[in-house]
């Protein structure tokens, strides 16, 4: 624009800033994860968190293929296939209320002192989970599920902590280490356990601890990660939320490991600062009924911002885009997989507990090394494009998979080749989730939300929108919905499925992969480049509010001096404005 001229909305001059900043940061892919090693390995001890989710995701499924913890868990006289989908999926039923409560604790205690919350729940449900003898189950129910609380809570601020301290140019691989983390977690247990299956021997002889081992080895990385956490950095974001600026810019240098009065700290600081800025005047303006700060003010003031996520326009298409995101996630059937990987490599005809356990080592192989790619190369490449492949090799797979069952299981020892080959598709199909789905779905999550509702837009996504998915899962959830009622939902629908039509699952899940790829392609926006304070852009509309709310963020850009910080807008002339012709509060542009 030339100089003189109009400073134009606060999305478009969004546009000049981000120009200006990308202008100053380094590339994206491996050489800006070499530029911000710091950052880097922050963001990989803080991924301890996914670590302990897979490996718990992967783990339950090994033990319970294991003679002796058959016993002493009472599975083994379970008949009823709905009681043993609910003891593998009732993890999921308490990672849905872990995921609801972090959505406040998170802005409340800090991103920080959540993992330390959240490890320490982790680290009761295991003890509980080891305490388990007797033929009774009752432990593993009420283990797995306060396990689930704390998995629950780590799968959504992890995360968050990683996006929120992540400069743009890297965000989405830093997020994407969260899903290597978790798939990393995966393989190590299928590895694991196939080891301890033999302490004592497989069959009645098997020694306790062949299953009591890879149950508490879980402590060990919750403790690391409880203590390791508190000597990192807290979250810029949330510390600017707290009016803690000062500490704000500092971490920001320190991340960048750059100088204070660095230009590009500078603007990173005061994007963040002026998205603080704009969220409290919304608030002022929206909500002027909560502003005194009261214990019951702000209470409210919770409850209409979850509101907001779904009554305001802009918010509820970051909110529905977030919801689907995780829902195509969970039921493109990697959870089908994982938790049953060694029953359904033993229905594809695969003999033996120790070859179907190996199959499903294999798994984690596959879906660790999947993963490796987007961690280098997601934002080169972009979101949109990763997640549309990737629907579609998971889709492909599924329905071959479903072909081969429909036309073989009645007799698998005259298909063993045939039995195989559905194997083979089944890590095809674990490698296109790891560098798609997998990643993708966490990143997307995590960044499309704004600073004033990231922590409970965040949490929302993970428990999902009630109405969105209401008329999808009515069968299945009654009325119940989240990213961790979908998974537990798959858990608990897998063995009656499979009962009931073996091939059909894979059908169904092969339908919703090409749902997702068909959802991606024309309604979810491409987020690759943009800061966490940009999204309005791809998010506004061109109603009244979205124009109002555009000129309060153009304003705070001005008050706190981000304009001028990005060569936007020079100095003023020191006059008097008020009795000048020229229109109070234009900007001057430097071409």
């Given at each position: 624009?030339?100089?003189?001229?109009?400073?134009?909305?606060?999305?478009?001059?969004?546009?000049?800033?981000?120009?200006?900043?990308?202008?100053?940061?380094?590339?994206?892919?491996?050489?800006?994860?070499?530029?911000?090693?710091?950052?880097?390995?922050?963001?990989?001890?803080?991924?301890?968190?996914?670590?302990?989710?897979?490996?718990?995701?992967?783990?339950?499924?090994?033990?319970?293929?294991?003679?002796?913890?058959?016993?002493?868990?009472?599975?083994?006289?379970?008949?009823?296939?709905?009681?043993?989908?609910?003891?593998?999926?009732?993890?999921?039923?308490?990672?849905?209320?872990?995921?609801?409560?972090?959505?406040?604790?998170?802005?409340?205690?800090?991103?920080?002192?959540?993992?330390?919350?959240?490890?320490?729940?982790?680290?009761?449900?295991?003890?509980?989970?080891?305490?388990?003898?007797?033929?009774?189950?009752?432990?593993?129910?009420?283990?797995?599920?306060?396990?689930?609380?704390?998995?629950?809570?780590?799968?959504?601020?992890?995360?968050?902590?990683?996006?929120?301290?992540?400069?743009?140019?890297?965000?989405?691989?830093?997020?994407?280490?969260?899903?290597?983390?978790?798939?990393?977690?995966?393989?190590?247990?299928?590895?694991?356990?196939?080891?301890?299956?033999?302490?004592?021997?497989?069959?009645?002889?098997?020694?306790?601890?062949?299953?009591?081992?890879?149950?508490?080895?879980?402590?060990?990385?919750?403790?690391?990660?409880?203590?390791?956490?508190?000597?990192?950095?807290?979250?810029?974001?949330?510390?600017?939320?707290?009016?803690?600026?000062?500490?704000?810019?500092?971490?920001?240098?320190?991340?960048?490991?750059?100088?204070?009065?660095?230009?590009?700290?500078?603007?990173?600081?005061?994007?963040?600062?002026?998205?603080?800025?704009?969220?409290?005047?919304?608030?002022?303006?929206?909500?002027?009924?909560?502003?005194?700060?009261?214990?019951?003010?702000?209470?409210?003031?919770?409850?209409?911002?979850?509101?907001?996520?779904?009554?305001?326009?802009?918010?509820?298409?970051?909110?529905?885009?977030?919801?689907?995101?995780?829902?195509?996630?969970?039921?493109?059937?990697?959870?089908?997989?994982?938790?049953?990987?060694?029953?359904?490599?033993?229905?594809?005809?695969?003999?033996?507990?120790?070859?179907?356990?190996?199959?499903?080592?294999?798994?984690?192989?596959?879906?660790?090394?999947?993963?490796?790619?987007?961690?280098?190369?997601?934002?080169?490449?972009?979101?949109?494009?990763?997640?549309?492949?990737?629907?579609?090799?998971?889709?492909?797979?599924?329905?071959?998979?479903?072909?081969?069952?429909?036309?073989?299981?009645?007799?698998?020892?005259?298909?063993?080749?045939?039995?195989?080959?559905?194997?083979?598709?089944?890590?095809?199909?674990?490698?296109?989730?790891?560098?798609?789905?997998?990643?993708?779905?966490?990143?997307?999550?995590?960044e499309v939300f704004p600073l004033g509702l990231r922590a409970k837009g965040v949490s929302i996504a993970c428990v999902d929108f009630h109405g969105l998915v209401e008329v999808v899962l009515t069968l299945c959830l009654d009325r119940s919905s989240s990213n961790w009622l979908n998974n537990f939902a798959v858990a608990m629908a897998t063995p009656d499925f499979v009962t009931a039509a073996s091939w059909g699952v894979y059908i169904f899940l092969g339908m919703m992969c090409v749902f997702g790829a068909l959802y991606i392609f024309f309604l979810v926006p491409e987020t690759m480049g943009r800061t966490l304070d940009e999204m309005d852009e791809l998010?506004?509309?061109?109603?009244?509010?979205?124009?109002?709310?555009?000129?309060?963020?153009?304003?705070?850009?001005?008050?706190?001096?981000?304009?001028?910080?990005?060569?936007?807008?020079?100095?003023?002339?020191?006059?008097?404005?008020?009795?000048?012709?020229?229109?109070?509060?234009?900007?001057?542009?430097?071409?």
């Amino acid at each position: 624009m030339a100089p003189g001229g109009h400073a134009g909305t606060g999305l478009e001059l969004e546009k000049v800033i981000a120009a200006r900043r990308l202008e100053l940061a380094g590339k994206p892919g491996i050489a800006g994860l070499v530029s911000n090693a710091k950052t880097f390995f922050i963001a990989v001890f803080a991924s301890i968190g996914g670590l302990i989710y897979g490996y718990n995701q992967g783990m339950f499924g090994q033990i319970l293929a294991m003679n002796n913890f058959a016993k002493e868990s009472g599975v083994s006289g379970i008949q009823n296939p709905t009681i043993s989908g609910f003891l593998t999926s009732i993890l999921e039923l308490g990672a849905w209320v872990g995921v609801l409560i972090n959505g406040i604790l998170a802005d409340a205690l800090g991103r920080k002192l959540c993992v330390v919350v959240a490890c320490g729940v982790f680290a009761i449900g295991v003890i509980i989970q080891a305490l388990t003898h007797g033929g009774s189950y009752d432990y593993i129910l009420a283990g797995r599920f306060v396990t689930g609380i704390g998995v629950g809570s780590l799968s959504m601020i992890v995360p968050l902590y990683n996006a929120e301290l992540a400069p743009p140019e890297i965000r989405g691989s830093l997020v994407a280490l969260q899903q290597l983390a978790i798939v990393g977690g995966i393989m190590v247990s299928y590895w694991f356990t196939y080891g301890t299956q033999y302490i004592g021997g497989t069959g009645d002889s098997q020694s306790k601890a062949a299953w009591l081992v890879p149950v508490t080895i879980q402590l060990v990385p919750a403790i690391i990660l409880a203590i390791g956490i508190m000597f990192m950095p807290q979250s810029p974001r949330w510390l600017m939320s707290r009016g803690r600026e000062a500490e704000c810019r500092q971490i920001i240098a320190n991340l960048r490991r750059l100088p204070l009065d660095a230009p590009l700290v500078e603007i990173e600081f005061l994007e963040v600062k002026a998205q603080r800025l704009f969220e409290e005047r919304i608030s002022q303006r929206d909500f002027p009924q909560y502003q005194d700060g009261s214990f019951s003010s702000n209470f409210h003031l919770n409850l209409r911002e979850y509101s907001s996520l779904v009554t305001n326009r802009g918010n509820f298409k970051r909110t529905s885009v977030a919801v689907l995101v995780m829902l195509f996630q969970q039921w493109s059937g990697i959870n089908f997989i994982l938790y049953y990987a060694p029953f359904i490599f033993q229905r594809l005809g695969l003999s033996g507990k120790t070859i179907s356990l190996l199959a499903s080592g294999v798994v984690g192989i596959v879906m660790f090394i999947g993963t490796i790619p987007s961690v280098l190369w997601i934002d080169q490449v972009g979101r949109k494009p990763t997640l549309i492949s990737g629907a579609i090799i998971m889709g492909i797979c599924h329905f071959v998979v479903a072909a081969i069952i429909g036309t073989c299981e009645k007799n698998w020892d005259a298909h063993k080749a045939a039995g195989w080959v559905a194997v083979v598709f089944i890590w095809i199909f674990v490698f296109g989730f790891g560098f798609s789905w997998g990643p993708c779905g966490w990143i997307v999550t995590a960044e499309v939300f704004p600073l004033g509702l990231r922590a409970k837009g965040v949490s929302i996504a993970c428990v999902d929108f009630h109405g969105l998915v209401e008329v999808v899962l009515t069968l299945c959830l009654d009325r119940s919905s989240s990213n961790w009622l979908n998974n537990f939902a798959v858990a608990m629908a897998t063995p009656d499925f499979v009962t009931a039509a073996s091939w059909g699952v894979y059908i169904f899940l092969g339908m919703m992969c090409v749902f997702g790829a068909l959802y991606i392609f024309f309604l979810v926006p491409e987020t690759m480049g943009r800061t966490l304070d940009e999204m309005d852009e791809l998010f506004g509309d061109n109603s009244g509010r979205a124009r109002a709310d555009a000129a309060v963020l153009e304003q705070a850009f001005r008050d706190v001096g981000l304009l001028k910080a990005a060569g936007v807008e020079a100095e003023t002339p020191k006059r008097d404005m008020e009795d000048s012709g020229d229109e109070k509060g234009n900007a001057i542009h430097i071409a």
